[in-house]
Every structure is written in C-alpha cells, then in structure tokens.
C-alpha cells in the first residue's frame, strides 16, 4: 500500500490522490534532513515530476535549500502558503507557460526574500491576499493576460518596481 500511495524523489514526498492505476501525484512536503546528507545539492534547483497535479498547502514551508523551482504543464493546484519563507527560493518557473493554475492562494510566497523572479502562466486569473508578501528582493513582475483579480497587501512589502501589463490592457 505504501509504495502505490507514497514515492520519494531525492526529499520530495509525492502522495497519489487517486488510484495505483492512473496516479494523480500531489508534491507533500521534504525532509531537510535529507538536504544535507546531499554534498551536491542537486535539488536546490528542482523540477517538480511530471503528472503531479497538486502542491499541497505548507509542502515547502521553510525549505531553505531550494533555489529554484520548476513547476510542471500538470499542475493546477498551488496551497496556501505553499512556499512560505523559503528565505534561499530565488526563481519560480511555470514551465512552457501552460499550467492550467488558475489562482494562487493565500501566502503562496509570503516572505521569500530571496525570491527575484517569478514567471506567472497565462492561465492564472487571481492572485489572493499576501501572495508576495514581504517578497524584498522582487522588483519586477509581468501579470498574465487572463488576471482580473489581485488581493489585499499581495504586493504588500516587496520591492516591486516595475509591473509589466499584458498587450492590450
């Protein structure tokens, strides 16, 4: 049962929310303590797998090892305070730009200092409360052309300089 339900790769823990058959693979959380028996941290830049469709809310809390995420064209699911103060996370990469995440909850990047540029896909239409909270070292950020919504303080001290507007807003 474990081995149908549950797969590590490197300190990734991947949970299948469906069936052995036909896995639907949500990214879960990390175990830091396998960061550091890892001398050639070979996943601070990290590809999540593809097929997963789901990163859980706090699955990377606190996961200062991580420099750069890749998220797969699968994924339409980011939690609540997903990524929240992952102090070294300096990139987030929606790949080919295709994902069909439509929000991004609560306190998804709330205090990633470190956090300099994120590639937001076109499919996203709302950014909720504190998103970038506390986001000091973002300076730019171009919005997707289908977002019509942006929550309260989701800017709220970063250091946004510049926004770039979709052709034709």
Known sequence: LYEARY????????KNMSDPVDPKWALTGYDSGIYEKNVDKKYSNYHVLPGTY???????TNCDELFEIYIPTTDTFIGTETFNSCRNLTKVVFENNKPQLEFLENETFYQNFSLQEVQLPDSL???QNE?????????RITFPKN???IGSRAFCGSGLEQVILPEGS
């Open 7 to 14: 797969k590590w790769d490197g300190p990734f823990l991947y």
């Open 54 to 60: 789901k990163i859980s809310r706090d699955a990377l």
């Open 147 to 149: 977002l019509m919504a």
């Open 131 to 139: 998103v970038f909270f506390g986001c000091q070292s973002l300076k």
């Open 125 to 127: 239409e709302v950014i």
